[in-house]
């Protein structure tokens, strides 16, 4: 009868000693995971990338603004993880906070941008024909508003449609419409830059509603200034972090005011905001970038998508009543039609 041997303690000790001497220490590794966690994003990547190579090893937040076309508290969402994980140091000069590489990290991030980069860069890239035929309908809708924008560069048009297609796919579950709604909301910023661009000529007055989704309460004031004002305002909509659709119980109501079918969530840009007069926020906080004489409010209004449907048709009535007296002032000889309730 044979009988099972026990590890000879001595041997159990060796081998344990063999595998921490070949390993990473436990509370190392989570050390190091949690740094591999914070660069494994791809904005996340390309802000490092930037504040890495940037003269003087430092890049301020307005540069790290233009990397993508995503809203203020996105940047500042993944700049904070990277602080949080201590991959970078931040410093605040005047009226602008400046990024650098945390010193400790300097050598590893000029490894990782060196080495790994490249090599993900050769790999076979998936769906490459459904992206060059993206690509191909994207370059006919910049040539397309090129002609209506011929003041404005062609390249810069390029950028700002391919810019506009990439925001929206982010969030997009169904990309069937994509370059359409990347068209329209290219225009959109197109305008924005143009009106930017034309110091001294005169505009309609523009107000922009932004918030969290837009998805909701941003699209329903959207909707109501404008079936209330027509082509006398200019009305922009914006999400400091866009859902990938318009809110069920929202939809009804955008289609009873004749603003369904063209709502759609789309990023807020810092164009947007400088090309506006008035700049509204509905439960997003302080996120939008500050212009000197431009008017800001913060409306405090209840979310759609935590109400039921009689909670959606009280929110509808509290910003008609808002945008109401937001219209009397920036246009008080406008006639406006009776309220709901008061035509019930």
Not at 60 to 83: I, Q
Not at 86 to 112: D, F, I, K, N
Not at 136 to 142: E, F, G, H, Q, Y
Not at 167 to 179: D, K, Q
């Amino acid at each position: 009868m044979s009988t099972a041997t026990a590890p000879h303690p001595e041997h159990s000790s060796c081998v344990a000693t063999s595998i921490e001497a070949h390993t990473v220490a436990p509370d190392k590794a989570d050390r190091a995971a949690a740094v591999l966690k914070a660069f494994a994003e791809p904005l996340r990547l390309r802000m490092i990338a930037l504040i890495a190579s940037a003269p003087g090893g430092e890049a301020c937040v307005c540069d790290l603004n233009e990397l993508a076309d995503v809203s203020g508290p996105t940047v500042s969402h993944h700049l904070k993880t990277l602080k949080d994980a201590g991959l970078v140091a931040s410093e605040r000069r005047g009226t602008w906070v400046y990024y650098r590489v945390a010193e400790p990290y300097v050598p590893a991030v000029r490894a990782l941008l060196d080495a790994l980069v490249p090599v993900a860069d050769a790999a076979p890239r998936p769906h490459a024909e459904g992206l060059e035929h993206v690509d191909k309908a994207l370059d006919r809708v910049s040539a397309e508003l090129a002609a209506l924008f011929p003041g404005l560069d062609a390249t810069l048009v390029a950028r700002i449609v391919h810019e506009s297609y990439a925001s929206l796919a982010r969030g997009a579950t169904i990309r069937a419409h994509l370059v359409p709604l990347a068209r329209h909301f290219a225009r959109q910023r197109l305008e924005d830059l143009r009106k930017v661009d034309e110091v001294g000529v005169a505009h309609p007055p523009q107000v922009l509603f932004v918030c969290v989704q837009n998805a909701g309460r941003s699209q329903i004031a959207a909707a109501l200034l404008h079936r209330y004002a027509g082509e006398r305002v200019v009305v922009r909509s914006a999400g400091s972090m866009p859902a990938a659709s318009v809110h069920d119980a929202v939809r009804p109501h955008l289609d009873a005011l004749g603003g369904g079918e063209g709502a759609f969530p789309k990023p807020l840009t810092d164009d947007a905001v400088r090309a506006s007069d008035v700049v509204i926020t509905m439960g997003c906080g302080d996120v939008c970038p500050f212009y000197p004489g431009k008017r800001y409010e913060d409306w405090q209004v209840g979310d759609p998508a935590l109400a039921s449907a009689e909670g959606v048709a009280e929110i509808v009535d509290d910003i008609d009543g808002r945008v109401r007296d937001l219209l009397s002032e920036i246009l008080p000889d406008l006639t406006l039609p009776p309220t709901r309730k008061a035509s019930a």
